[in-house]
């Protein structure tokens, strides 16, 4: 009888040993492992909000100890736990000062992603590539002139180590961007680009952006050196990133652009924004300014950031506009807003994201003159981009028309993380990169340190 009763619970063991062991080999088989270095900016934990098949759910994080990695931490523990399809990531933690020595060392991945104080990142972006990691690096790759001549050397490690370098570029996701793109790549409607003036440029990007914000359904604690130019980078060099990538993503794409040649910064401005004690305390969680502050504190309590910038150059002789602004809190019900205009010969394509538009980007479509053969375009060109992006249709606006688009396709940015991730895995599956991506990656910085420079050298 004793017999009988064993052989059912044998039997159970033996099924769950294997399917235990099939789930570890299946686990060791998937072909990327992240490596989490330093992640002091929350965009590091926004990499892993999504799970990934290709990608080990085992993580190992190499951090200083204190309270940047507890929020990373917390934050990787918050997606777990959640209720709407939790993930499972395990994080394999190694807390040290020595954490970028003992990364090289054990090498427990080959996939590093960087998001977090930018003092040091093209060292470690550099370093990482020269012992065999391949690397995700959050904006900015770069956050001035000598740094971009490190930038330059990491691609060329990068291609001849046959590893991929690559950044997170989210804005390549968000909808109405999208859309604008797709629009000005149709002659019928956009008609060409225009070259504009320095007065009038052919295309313009603003991004505005706040201090206190909500991330991931909380308010989120900011560290104190993010306020500090000298390690997270001037507004110039770190936001204006991504308005640079689209600005060469939107009007040339897919082209492969030539820093050299291609490119001339004719004005650049920078300047701050005040942060009061109890402002930085809000948001830090600390009592007082680090003494790494002092340089930029008047009136003993009142922080100026130069978080705020604005470029205007030529691309390919295209004039092109962008312009940063930072502010400490934003107006109820708003949030981080985008404006973008692009001007073609027959349309101006439109993003606005202000009050009238209850601060969702909105796009609209306004022809330089109305009339039934543009009309006629227009409903044409939305009806076969509907087809490619369910849920996009057309109404009339003040000036022109306005492209409806359904909640489906607004994902949100913290979604757009997931998009960017899900490209890098196919890259890396693939062994490279499009032709034009390192190019107009190494393009970008150019344009965003040369203006910096420009700006610090600007009298006015």
């Known amino acids: 009888m004793k017999k009988t009763t064993l052989l059912p619970l044998l039997a159970a063991t033996i099924i769950m040993s294997c399917n235990n062991e099939s789930a570890k080999q299946e686990e060791t088989a998937k072909p990327f492992r992240l490596v989490t270095l330093d992640p002091g900016h929350f965009h590091a934990a926004l990499v892993q909000k999504s799970m990934y098949p290709d990608v080990d759910s085992t993580v190992f994080v190499y951090a200083p100890d204190g309270p940047d990695l507890q929020y990373h931490l917390d934050r990787i523990n918050g997606y777990n736990?959640?209720?709407?399809?939790?993930?499972?990531?395990?994080?394999?933690?190694?807390?040290?000062?020595?954490?970028?020595e003992k990364?090289?060392?054990?090498?427990?991945?080959?996939?590093?992603?960087?998001?977090?104080?930018?003092?040091k990142k093209t060292e470690y972006i550099l370093e990482s590539l020269k012992n065999g990691f391949n690397v995700l690096a959050d904006k900015p790759m770069v956050i001035d002139s000598k740094g971009f001549e490190e930038l330059k050397q990491a691609f060329e490690t990068a291609k001849n180590n046959k590893l991929l370098l690559y950044d997170i570029m989210t804005e390549r996701s968000e909808i109405t961007t999208v859309l604008q793109r797709e629009l000005s790549m149709m002659p019928d409607v956009f008609g060409e680009l225009q070259k504009g003036t320095l007065e009038q440029p052919a295309?313009?990007?603003?991004?505005?952006?706040?201090?206190?914000?909500?991330v991931s359904g909380s308010v989120l604690t900011r560290p104190a050196w993010f306020m500090d130019v000298a390690q997270q980078g001037e507004g110039i060099v770190d936001v204006m990133t991504h308005l640079v990538d689209l600005v060469q993503w939107e009007c040339f794409p897919d082209q492969t652009i030539d820093y050299t040649k291609d490119i001339q910064v004719d004005k650049a401005k920078r300047w701050t924004t005040p942060m009061s004690l109890s402002q930085f305390r809000e948001i830090t969680k600390l009592d007082s300014f680090p003494s790494y502050f002092t340089r930029d504190i008047t009136k003993d309590s009142i922080l100026n950031?130069?978080?705020?910038?604005?470029?205007?150059?030529?691309?390919?002789?295209?004039?092109?506009?962008?312009?940063?602004?930072?502010?400490?809190?934003?107006?109820?019900?708003?949030?981080?807003?985008?404006?973008?205009?692009?001007?073609?010969?027959?349309?101006?394509?439109?993003?606005?994201?202000?009050?009238?538009?209850?601060y969702i980007p909105t796009l609209y479509i306004e022809p330089i003159k109305k009339d039934s053969v543009i009309a006629k375009a227009i409903t044409k060109a939305i009806n076969d981009l509907s087809a490619k992006y369910n849920g996009v249709k057309l109404s009339n606006s003040a000036n022109g028309w306005q492209v409806v688009i359904s909640e489906k396709l607004r994902e949100g940015h913290e979604a757009h993380f997931a998009r960017v991730m899900e490209r890098f895995l196919d890259y890396l599956k693939n062994g490279n990169l499009p032709s034009w991506e390192v190019p107009n990656m190494i393009a970008k910085y150019y344009t965003t340190t040369k203006g910096l420079e420009t700006a610090l050298n600007n009298k006015e």
């Not at 990364?103 to 003092?119: P, R, S």
């Not at 295309?203 to 909500?214: C, G, L, Q």
């Open 81 to 100: 736990t959640r209720a709407d399809n939790p993930t499972h990531w395990k994080e394999e933690v190694y807390k040290g000062n020595d954490f970028f």
């Open 103 to 119: 990364m090289i060392a054990e090498k427990k991945g080959n996939v590093v992603v960087l998001a977090g104080n930018n003092q």
């Open 203 to 214: 295309i313009t990007k603003e991004s505005v952006h706040h201090f206190y914000k909500y």
């Open 305 to 358: 950031i130069y978080c705020n910038g604005e470029i205007n150059y030529t691309l390919r002789g295209v004039h092109a506009k962008t312009s940063v602004i930072w502010r400490y809190k934003a107006p109820e019900g708003g949030g981080d807003t985008h404006y973008s205009i692009m001007r073609g010969t027959k349309v101006n394509l439109i993003i606005r994201q202000g009050a009238e538009e209850k």
